[in-house]
């Protein structure tokens, strides 16, 4: 072989390719645009159920009446503010209590204020019991809780919601509440 004679060098004369980068890119690009439109169709193809047909639904018992509880059930409550309103607590437990609930305790509460009110219950026995107060503050909604929120079986929380609307009386000083009696099974 002789020196002028070039081996193996078979090069374009053309520098101009385009960058790796580049055509990755519109892969992913094209990649990403052929999933969303199989997706599309696959929700498209999927058979459609019927809608359910309306089911006739129990209405929930409520217990409004304290005078209605077993007296061997544990209906006690605690109430507590989460409104940020002075004394709303006290004066909802001692509506609550003037009303003949078992009204335990009241306070402030910590973890800053809430928008909606909720009747905590530890015990599905005592739902219609949180639904019943629930309705008679005229606000919230009962819930219930993983386990005991406070030392009752029942704890309202009062939100911002019950400013205003909730019941109240006024408590005595320092926010305690009077106890009325508690009702006695006829």
């Given amino acids: 072989m002789s020196r002028t004679q070039r081996v193996g060098a078979h090069r374009s004369s053309s ?21 969303a439109i199989g997706l599309f169709l696959l929700d498209r193809l999927r058979p459609q159920s019927a809608p359910p047909a309306p089911v006739a639904s129990e209405v929930a018992e409520v217990v409004s009446d304290p005078g209605q509880i077993d007296p061997g059930v544990d209906a006690s409550i605690t ?53 019943g107060l629930a309705q008679g503050l005229g606000v919230g909604e009962a819930r219930l809780s993983d386990g005991r929120v406070t030392g009752t079986p029942i704890t309202i929380v009062l939100g911002a919601d019950a400013v205003g609307t909730a019941p109240s009386a006024e408590p005595q000083e320092g926010g305690a509440v009077t106890h009325s009696p508690t009702p006695t099974a006829p």
């Fill in 79 to 131: 109430v507590l503010d989460q409104s940020g309103e002075h004394e709303l607590a006290a004066g909802v437990g001692q509506a609550l209590s003037d009303a003949g609930w078992n009204v335990l305790a009241t306070g402030g509460s910590t973890g800053g204020d809430v928008e909606r009110t909720v009747v905590w219950y530890d015990d599905e026995s005592l739902a219609p019991i949180a639904r």
């Fill in 15 to 35: 520098s101009r390719r385009t960058p790796r980068w580049v055509i990755l890119l519109c892969a992913l690009g094209v990649t990403i645009v052929l999933i």
